[in-house]
């Protein structure tokens, strides 16, 4: 199993337990996934690093001061 982390900014669209879809996106050099419907995004990843499967199950959701985060886990 494989958890990311995605920053969020609507709490009330994600609850633990739910299985949601993301989708990658290229930068020139690296690749970020976003929760479909833009729902929340994640930091930026190395070549290496993509994720082999885009669904996920949301594990946790926590607050930081700055920030509203949503932990999910990949089967991979």
């Known amino acids: ?10 709490t009330e669209a994600l609850k633990p337990g739910m ?3 993301v989708t990658e996106g290229v930068l020139p050099s690296s690749y ?4 479909e419907h833009a729902l929340g995004m994640s930091a930026n ?4 690093e993509r994720l082999k499967t885009r669904t ?4 946790e959701l926590r607050e930081t001061p700055r920030f509203h985060i949503a932990v999910l886990e990949f089967d991979e």
Do not use: N
């Open 1 to 10: 199993m494989r958890t990311m982390e995605f920053t969020i900014e609507d």
């Open 32 to 35: 970020y996934y976003m929760i």
């Open 19 to 21: 299985e949601v879809k």
């Open 45 to 48: 990843f190395r070549q290496s």
């Open 56 to 59: 996920a199950v949301v594990k």
